[in-house]
């Protein structure tokens, strides 16, 4: 649920949803949601609603969403995607979700970096 209430926060695209972008990557949220879906990699709430969030903390094509997208790496948020997508790759249901959302977050944190892109 607290990677679902941070896609809620942080969605958005005016500059109170900038801000609050912002001090979510202050305050190391990437770092958190990237945890959550190493700690539990079964449960495909945490997975679907992780890679929401980490989209919307990473959408942008500003200097600072860069910089999110950045912090998103580092934090080991493109593995962690990764291996949500083979954990949950069965047909239908919430496994197609989680393909889904992971498909769409790993475009949103390459999107704009050649060097996350090459990574």
Do not use: Y
Not at 21 to 32: H, I, S
Not at 34 to 62: F, H, S, W, Y
């Amino acid at each position: 649920e607290a990677c679902f209430a941070l896609a809620e926060i942080c969605f958005g695209s005016d500059d109170a949803a900038l801000k609050r972008k912002e001090a979510a990557n202050q305050a190391d949220a990437l770092g958190a949601i990237t945890c959550a879906m190493r700690m539990e990699p079964d449960r495909v709430g945490v997975q679907q609603k992780a890679c929401i969030a980490l989209n919307c903390i990473c959408a942008g094509t500003n200097t600072e969403a860069l910089a999110r997208k950045q912090s998103a790496a580092d934090a080991g948020a493109l593995l962690a995607i990764v291996n949500a997508m083979r954990t949950h790759r069965r047909p239908g249901g919430d496994s197609s979700d989680i393909q889904k959302w992971a498909q769409l977050a790993l475009a949103n944190i390459t999107w704009s970096s050649s060097p996350l892109k090459d990574a």
